[in-house]
């Protein structure tokens, strides 16, 4: 009766042979995506247990898919928000929802190298071109042609931010760049700002009182011109709490906005994270903190920050300006905001009256890294 070793060596040299006749393409074709589950299985295990520690559903430090559901569904605060509550913070989750989100703005993000191949056939076919009828590539070629124009001999210059770029000197390509960056930065999260603080004013009738005798008193007394200026309005108490609630209720950017740890990592809420863990924040938790913004956080009140004392007013004023980021990441178009909020605030709510078309659905809002609004319907009258 043959041994356990002989049959083995058998087996063992059988295969070797049976290995030596597979053709490179098949091993290439077997082996690549072989390896690359290897590869993936491997960083999946090894993100995972640099951070055993860190508490956080077990499912979701493997996979993002739950993320990118929630996302879909347009439930992203509420979902940071629950696994905050529920696990602490730090809390420990896989994110890749942006890749599935902007799938080649993430993959170039992640591997810069992508970005050449991307610009040649056939790849470049998939990228928005400034050709396109619509979407990104049509706001390409509306930036491309504004520069144009802007940069002909014998154009007249202007008073505005693009003429303070071309005359620190920014080349064509650049002053694309910051036009495209401008849009994508400056339009949603402002609007939204506007929108949900308007909507809060609507629903809020003695907060929308208060604001209009301000205006009023102030146009009466000549401390608020036509248009009013920023500084004007800045000076306004009851409109800056209003900004604040609606900034903090909504904040625009809903995160996580991630950073990550620098070399030699970092102590977070008494847990240690090594460098290169992406650290992301929950916005809609931030900024309904009862122990800063008191019992009632949750609740439109712009009375909160003419009452608060200094200590406490100050740390309302420092975690209601993370909306904008902090630091060297904070946004760069934060004064121009406030100045957009503040005048169009002032101007609207001076001359019209808002009532809700629908008031049991005022409007079908979303969240996936912004807010998504459709079907905000206003009813419009002049004031008297
Ligand atoms: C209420 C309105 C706005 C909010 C809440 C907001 C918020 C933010 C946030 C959270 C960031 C990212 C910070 C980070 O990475 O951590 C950012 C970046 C940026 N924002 Fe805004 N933003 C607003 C309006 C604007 C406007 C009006 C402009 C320009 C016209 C603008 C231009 C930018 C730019 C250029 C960046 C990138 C800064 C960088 O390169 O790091 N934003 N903004």
Same mark, same amino acid.
């Given at each position: ?154 154009? @007249?210059?202007?008073?505005? /931010?693009?003429?303070? #770029?071309?005359?620190? !000197?920014?080349?064509?390509? $650049?002053?694309?760049?910051? &036009? ?82 620098? @070399?030699?990592?970092?102590? /977070?809420?008494?847990? #240690?994270?090594?460098? !290169?863990?992406?650290?992301? $924040?929950?916005?809609?938790? &931030? ?98």
């Amino acid at each position: 009766m043959p041994s356990l070793q002989y049959d083995l060596a058998n087996a063992f040299q059988d295969v070797f042979s049976d290995f030596q006749e597979v053709k490179p393409r098949t091993l290439v074709l077997v082996g690549g995506p072989v390896l690359l589950v290897l590869i993936t299985v491997y960083r999946y295990f090894a993100a995972w247990y640099r951070l055993r520690h860190v508490p956080g559903p077990f499912v979701q430090s493997w996979t993002s898919l739950v993320q990118v559901k929630k996302m879909w569904e347009g439930h992203a605060h509420l979902y940071y928000n629950g696994l905050a509550e529920k696990y602490g913070e730090p809390t420990k989750y896989v994110c890749l929802f942006t890749d599935a989100a902007m799938p080649t703005m993430m993959s170039i993000m992640v591997i810069p190298g992508l970005y050449k191949w991307f610009q040649r056939w056939p790849l470049s076919t998939l990228m928005p071109s400034s050709k396109d009828k619509s979407g990104f590539g049509c706001m390409i070629g509306f930036a491309e042609k504004f520069v144009d124009e802007r940069l002909r001999p014998d154009a @007249k210059p202007q008073r505005d /931010i693009i003429q303070s #770029f071309i005359k620190h !000197g920014l080349d064509r390509d $650049q002053l694309v760049q910051e &036009i495209l960056i401008q849009i994508l930065a400056g339009s949603d999260t402002t609007a939204t700002a506007i929108r949900m603080t308007l909507l809060f004013l609507i629903t809020s009738p003695p907060a929308l009182r208060a604001l209009l005798r301000e205006i009023d008193d102030g146009v009466e007394s000549g401390r608020v011109s036509s248009p009013v200026t920023n500084a004007e309005a800045f000076a306004m108490p009851y409109l800056q709490a209003v900004i604040h609630e609606g900034l903090r209720l909504y904040s625009p950017g809903v995160g996580p906005l991630y950073k990550q740890v620098p @070399k030699g990592g970092d102590t /977070i809420h008494g847990y #240690f994270l090594p460098e !290169g863990t992406q650290v992301g $924040q929950n916005m809609w938790g &931030i900024q309904r903190r009862k122990d800063v913004f008191g019992e009632d956080a949750d609740v439109f009140r712009p009375e909160r920050w003419l009452e608060a004392e200094e200590g406490r007013l100050k740390a309302m004023k420092e975690t209601v300006d993370l909306v904008f980021g902090y630091g060297k990441y904070q946004c760069l178009g934060k004064q121009m905001a406030y100045m957009e909020i503040n005048k169009l605030l002032v101007e609207l709510l001076r001359r019209y009256d808002f009532s809700l078309v629908d008031p049991v659905n005022p409007m079908h809002l979303r969240s996936a890294t912004l807010w998504m609004t459709k079907n905000f319907w206003l009813k419009i009258t002049r004031r008297e």
